[in-house]
């Protein structure tokens, strides 16, 4: 019996839809606690090529949610076990593992050729990021973010609006699962729904997930979904670039202070605080670039002082860089 059989007797699967999820490369970003899933799901429905980007390695505190790995792993590169353990599961695919984190400047080549992203990171700039890569490219990206007891899932990009269209503004705060927690069942619950959507989305499924949101809330077990086909692309958007892509042209601030950040997001970098941009930020043209360790303080700086600025205002987040 084929390995597939399981699969292919759906109508919305069979052969063709085999023969599509075989062919298709899908890039995703971070083998944490969405990806623990996620990629079994993928591999064991036989997507052709999987690349897995993560710059971390196992630890104890990974192994409530990330169940891909297991207490002998400690100290391995994500990347690495989560690609052994998907060879083990099906060795008809590809599965290569990138040891490093996605940032702005290795996005590009790591996007080039994929049929569709899927962002598994706990990071909003890395999201951010590669929503602005996948929309001028027209790539499907299925992200998804979980933290407490909720999470949901969103297919952006490839012809329906991005994450930007999604949520516009910056996040209410910078919270992730290591500073806020997450139990490992919601997880779970949102990375199989992320690995549904790709599959869906790889295999043309109609309704399309890609224009769709999925929510699940853990404490009343009850999830919504609704659609945002029309949801327009906001007009003023601050893109997150690499530190070393930043020039002499550039007026560059370093937000945090000295005791947060001993060492600035680039050596030319004024430090001033987010309150006293407005009032120390000097008078220059060219492009402005707002430095923090996630990227939320300099969104925020950057929509009180967008009035101020003439020209583009950019985002560093150090932390993903």
């Known amino acids: 019996m084929s390995r597939y059989a399981r699969q292919m007797i759906l109508p919305e699967v069979g052969s063709s839809g085999q023969a599509q999820l075989a062919n298709a490369h899908v890039l995703v970003i971070g083998a944490g606690g969405l990806a623990a899933p996620a990629l079994p799901l993928l591999a064991g429905a036989g997507v052709g090529r999987i690349t897995i980007v993560d710059g971390d390695r196992v630890e104890l505190s990974n192994l409530h949610r990330q169940t891909l790995f297991s ?45 569709l992203v899927m962002d598994c990171a706990d990071s909003y700039a890395v999201s951010y990021s590669l929503s602005d890569l996948c929309l001028a490219k027209n790539i499907p990206l299925i992200t998804a973010s979980a933290l407490g007891l909720s999470g949901y899932v969103a297919g952006v990009c490839g012809g329906a609006p991005s994450l930007r269209a999604l949520f516009p503004e910056a996040p209410q705060n910078a919270a992730s699962c290591a500073t806020a927690g997450v139990m490992g069942p919601v997880v779970a619950i949102i990375g199989a729904m992320q690995a549904q959507m790709a599959l869906a989305c790889l295999m043309g499924q109609t309704p399309s997930p890609l224009g769709q949101m999925v929510q699940f809330d853990a404490k009343t077990m009850r999830s919504a979904a609704f659609r945002f086909d029309a949801a327009p692309e906001p007009e003023q958007a601050f893109a997150f670039v690499a530190p070393q892509t930043l020039g002499a042209s550039d007026t560059i601030v370093e937000l945090r202070d000295t005791q947060e950040a001993p060492i600035p997001a680039h050596p030319s970098a004024l430090r001033i605080a987010p309150a006293d941009l407005k009032d120390m930020l000097p008078v220059a043209e060219g492009r402005l670039a707002l430095c923090c360790a996630t990227g939320l303080r300099a969104w925020r700086a950057a929509e009180t002082t967008h009035d101020i600025w003439p020209g583009e205002i950019v985002l560093v987040a150090a932390s993903a860089s």
């Open 71 to 115: 207490e002998a792993d400690q100290g391995q590169p994500k990347a690495d076990v989560a690609a052994a353990r998907c060879r083990a599961l099906n060795s008809e695919i590809t599965v290569v593992p990138v040891f490093a984190r996605l940032s702005p400047a290795s996005a590009p080549d790591l996007v080039e050729g994929v049929t």
